[in-house]
């Protein structure tokens, strides 16, 4: 069977989904075979860390058909363990703080790509298009667009930022079981998400069972996530909020990252008023200081309310690594801009500074070639319409940085300036570029 054939096999699971949105399926596990794993496998990266049993995917590749025949039989009789995850811990965006994730083996890598390939195909079915995390075709920046439109749409407004205390730590198993029952009751598949629910985190030495959480870090994590939220906030929002408000009003959610916004007051302040007991009753915490309305109506509308005795001016929230504030656009008109958040430009910066010090006594044309990647990464995600000035000073500051750690090659010598512009001469660093320019769409 190629990956066509397999593509085949989801695509038609898609279909019976699509067709029959109500109906609960209670036979999947028949769906993976060895083919399926060994496209599971090809999908699964292969420069990940390596779990609690230290093996490589170099080193499970090399007798492939026998651990993924070993690995089905288990799966299907129902013997397969899931290992527990070992966990390690990653900066958060403001650097100071650090987000615990966890590392699945190689082999349960292998078999969460397969269950998740099923469970996707069921779901992406199901999912609201307010969605866009961790979803197939979906990206950030699509997210970003849509927050865009409908904000100049409805010329502004009241935005709910949520932000959930701990999310993947805190999602209630219970709760997760009843809603997977709505859609998929095979027994098999199930029980491999139970124990991969079940299978505890490893930590110096010591493994440590959870009885909330889906770690991340796992394959299987994001999907579930997904269909957790879904439920509790997106079908809610749609079906529950929205027939009952005055005025217009959307949602934006990028994984646990949402947003709401309401071109009325009083809608946003009846969403605010539930939206903790409806995050409490699902075992879920918002963050009472980061889960806000901010007033984000558009200056012009602002200026004629305070001339009336209201409003307090423009404000401005951080939505996936960019702040939202209202400028003026070449034409004189008000549009909802965007640029780097402060926090994400630290970070980006932080890990810069720490990569220059680390390589300083490398070739220059080697710190060259790093730093040019590194840039057109940065580049590529943050490369927006509007945010050319943020790009200019993160890369001026690239440059001060790359020079300070240059001149601390030796201690005897500093790299003066003038030097510093004639290395620049030689190697330049990319220029600006927009990546996801407006005008290209």
């Given at each position: 069977m190629?990956?066509?054939?397999?593509?085949?096999?989801l695509?038609?699971?898609?279909?019976?989904?699509?067709?029959a949105?109500?109906?609960?399926?209670?036979?999947?596990?028949?769906h993976?075979?060895?083919?399926?794993?060994?496209?599971?496998?090809?999908?699964t990266r292969?420069d990940?860390?390596?779990?609690?049993?230290?093996q490589?995917?170099?080193?499970?590749a090399?007798?492939?058909?026998?651990n993924l025949?070993s690995?089905?039989?288990r799966?299907?009789s129902?013997?397969y363990?899931?290992?527990p995850v070992?966990?390690?811990?990653?900066?958060k965006?403001?650097?100071?703080r650090?987000r615990?994730?966890?590392i699945p083996t190689?082999?349960?890598?292998?078999?969460?790509?397969?269950?998740?390939?099923?469970l996707?195909a069921?779901?992406?079915q199901?999912?609201l298009?307010c969605?866009?995390?961790?979803?197939?075709?979906?990206?950030?920046?699509?997210a970003?667009?849509?927050?865009?439109?409908g904000?100049?749409?409805?010329?502004g407004g009241?935005?709910?930022e949520?932000?959930?205390?701990n999310y993947?730590?805190?999602i209630?198993?219970r709760?997760?079981?009843?809603?997977l029952?709505k859609?998929?009751r095979d027994?098999?598949?199930?029980?491999?998400?139970?124990?991969w629910?079940?299978?505890?985190?490893?930590?110096?030495?010591?493994i440590?069972?959870?009885?909330t959480?889906?770690?991340?870090g796992?394959?299987?994590?994001?999907?579930?996530?997904?269909i957790?939220?879904?439920?509790?906030?997106?079908v809610?929002?749609?079906?529950?909020?929205?027939?009952?408000?005055k005025?217009?009003?959307?949602?934006?959610r990028?994984?646990?990252?949402?947003l709401i916004?309401?071109?009325?007051?009083?809608d946003a302040?009846?969403?605010?008023?539930?939206?903790?007991?409806?995050?409490a009753?699902?075992?879920l915490e918002?963050h009472?200081?980061?889960?806000?309305?901010?007033?984000?109506?558009?200056?012009?509308l602002q200026?004629?309310?305070?001339?009336?005795?209201?409003?307090?001016?423009?404000?401005?929230?951080d939505?996936?690594?960019?702040?939202h504030?209202?400028?003026?656009?070449?034409?004189?008109?008000?549009v909802?801009?965007r640029?780097?958040?402060?926090d994400?430009?630290?970070?980006?910066?932080?890990?810069?500074?720490?990569?220059?010090?680390?390589?300083?006594?490398?070739?220059?044309?080697?710190?060259?070639?790093?730093?040019?990647q590194?840039?057109?990464?940065?580049?590529?995600?943050f490369?927006i319409?509007g945010?050319?000035?943020a790009?200019?000073s993160f890369?001026?500051?690239?440059k001060?940085?790359?020079?300070?750690w240059?001149?601390?090659?030796?201690?005897?010598?500093?790299l003066?300036?003038?030097?510093?512009?004639?290395?620049l001469?030689?190697y330049s660093l990319?220029?600006v570029?927009?990546v996801?320019s407006?005008l290209?769409?």
């Open positions: 190629s990956p066509t054939t397999v593509s085949t096999r695509q038609k699971i898609a279909e019976m989904a699509r067709e949105p109500y109906m609960v399926i209670t036979t999947l596990a028949h993976i075979d060895i083919e399926f794993l060994k496209e599971a496998y090809r999908r292969k990940g860390a390596a779990g609690v049993d230290e490589t995917a170099k080193e499970y090399e007798n492939l058909e026998e025949g690995l089905l039989n799966f299907k129902g013997t363990k899931a290992p070992r966990r390690v811990y990653i900066p965006g403001d650097g100071k650090k615990p994730i966890g190689f082999e349960d890598k292998v078999l969460q790509r397969a269950v998740s390939m099923l996707g069921i779901y992406e199901d999912f298009d969605s866009y995390g961790f979803r197939p075709g979906r990206s950030a920046h699509q970003l667009e849509e927050l865009w439109k904000l100049m749409g409805m010329r009241w935005v709910i949520v932000d959930i205390r993947f730590d805190r209630d198993h709760h997760l079981r009843e809603f029952d859609r998929v027994g098999v598949l199930r029980r491999a998400i139970d124990k629910l079940k299978a505890g985190v490893l930590e110096n030495g010591q440590e069972y959870l009885e959480g889906s770690p991340q796992g394959v299987i994590s994001p999907i579930l996530s997904n957790f939220l879904h439920e509790v906030l997106d809610w929002f749609e079906k529950v909020v929205k027939p009952r408000l005025g217009k009003a959307f949602l934006i990028f994984a646990d990252d949402s916004a309401c071109s009325s007051e009083s302040r009846k969403i605010m008023a539930v939206l903790e007991k409806r995050f009753k699902y075992g918002l009472p200081e980061k889960t806000r309305i901010v007033d984000f109506r558009r200056p012009a200026a004629n309310n305070r001339k009336k005795g209201k409003g307090i001016g423009p404000g401005s929230f939505m996936l690594g960019f702040t504030y209202w400028g003026r656009s070449r034409q004189g008109n008000w909802v801009k640029k780097t958040a402060k994400r430009l630290c970070r980006s910066l932080n890990k810069i500074a720490v990569w220059c010090k680390a390589f300083r006594h490398a070739d220059v044309k080697m710190q060259h070639m790093g730093l040019v590194k840039i057109r990464g940065h580049y590529a995600y490369g319409t945010n050319a000035r790009l200019q890369v001026a500051r690239v001060a940085i790359w020079r300070k240059l001149s601390r090659r030796s201690q005897r010598h500093r003066s300036w003038p030097r510093f512009v004639r290395l001469a030689r990319p220029p570029v927009v996801h407006a290209r769409q």
